[in-house]
């Protein structure tokens, strides 16, 4: 049985194509270690996902819940823009030894990273990941890394040296999906791609992949280019 649990309702940035601003009346607090342990307690699940539409190192007591689900059998991962990932962040998700830490990354240049990730610093957040990545080798830590890029029409042609980024860096999963409309947060402008295009990127990723030691999953590209007939795009 698996948790699926918003461990922080507010964030830090105000990307693009998140509605975490523009759905009416949604809750902006954050997850309690009280409250998680309540929930926990009841139904013991094998698998707690700290995800959602927040930031969850804007949590105080993030490190608190990964470490009482984690010491109760737990296979935990969480998520984040990787803004707040500091000296101290890292130590502190090392220690709390986290199943699987989640990045986004939607741009491999400056001016398309920040152009979607209003409020980040993209030579900040590629430090935070490398300084992440080799902390983690320097304590032989299990903590296992995954990226996720949000593929977009502003972004999409940068998806080869993003993958090629991400098996430098030693991530072990990289997740590509296709932007969508998600609650009020519509940016159908930003979902207009050109297939013929899009299949050019694809058939680079799919030649990479052949020797990365990342796992990268294509699946909703793939989707995207060959959907079924009673699919709508």
Partial sequence: FGLKIESAGICNLKCVMCPIDNE????????SFENFKKLFDEITP???NLTGLGEPLLNKDLFQIIRYARRHGSVVKHDTNATLLNENKINQILEADVTFLSVSLDGMTKKTFEAIRVGADFDVVIGNLTRFAARRKEVGSKVQLQSNFVCQRSNYKELPAYVEFADKLGVETVNITMIFD??????AERSMFEREEVAKVYEKLVEFRKHSKSSIYLGNLESFLH???DRRD
């Fill in 24 to 31: 009416v009346g949604r809750p902006k607090g954050i997850l």
């Fill in 46 to 48: 094998a698998y707690v």
């Fill in 182 to 187: 998600l609650g009020m947060a519509g940016h």
């Fill in 227 to 229: 959907p079924r007939p």
